[in-house]
């Protein structure tokens, strides 16, 4: 069976619009992703509380619901939003960003949950400290990224923005 062992499609050296300023946005967009899984939470916790107030009492045993609805609510955000087209969560887009594979296809459903999971578990077992890998390597990958085989880049619309222009393209 022969293994097929693709390149990497995006050159930091090549095309480098592709890999600026992506660390800082990076970070925007996860609050922003952030604030949009937290709020469906807080929401539900506030529907909890007015339940067992108006249950006596007995509507608090739903509490036990919100760890494991938090966490399948995060997957499917993850994985809905990166296995979409855009290849991006919406923080992500609102920042201009895709995750891409190693080799260049688009994200999907099963890589984007299981990126989150990759993130929280590096963040939470080696330390936030792990995030500083991305000062590292050349194409500004977490350790998540890496071990994934995924690299976020800036959208096609921004690249097209931050290219230079060719030699003798500019006003005369």
Do not use: Q
Not at 69 to 89: C, E, N, Q, R
Not at 94 to 116: C, I, K, Q
Not at 138 to 145: F, G, Q, S, T
């Amino acid at each position: 069976m022969p293994i097929d062992i693709k390149p990497h499609a995006y050159d930091p050296y090549a095309s480098p619009e592709l890999f600026e300023g992506v660390l800082a946005r990076r970070v925007v967009a996860f609050v922003i992703d952030f604030v949009l899984i937290a709020v469906p939470v807080l929401l539900a916790a506030m529907f909890i509380f007015a339940f067992g107030i108006v249950t006596l009492g007995l509507g608090f045993a739903l509490y036990w619901l919100l760890p494991p609805a938090t966490v399948v609510w995060a997957l499917v955000y993850f994985g809905a939003t990166l296995g979409a087209p855009a290849s991006a969560t919406i923080g992500m887009r609102v920042m201009d960003l895709e995750m891409r594979t190693w080799y260049g296809a688009p994200a999907y459903f099963v890589l984007g949950a299981v990126h989150a999971v990759g993130f929280w578990f590096t963040v939470s077992f080696f330390t936030p400290f792990i995030l500083l890998v991305a000062f590292f390597n050349e194409r500004r990958r977490l350790l998540h990224d890496i071990v994934l085989g995924t690299v976020v880049i800036n959208n096609a619309r921004r690249a097209a923005m931050l290219r230079p222009a060719p030699f003798g393209a500019g006003p005369v």
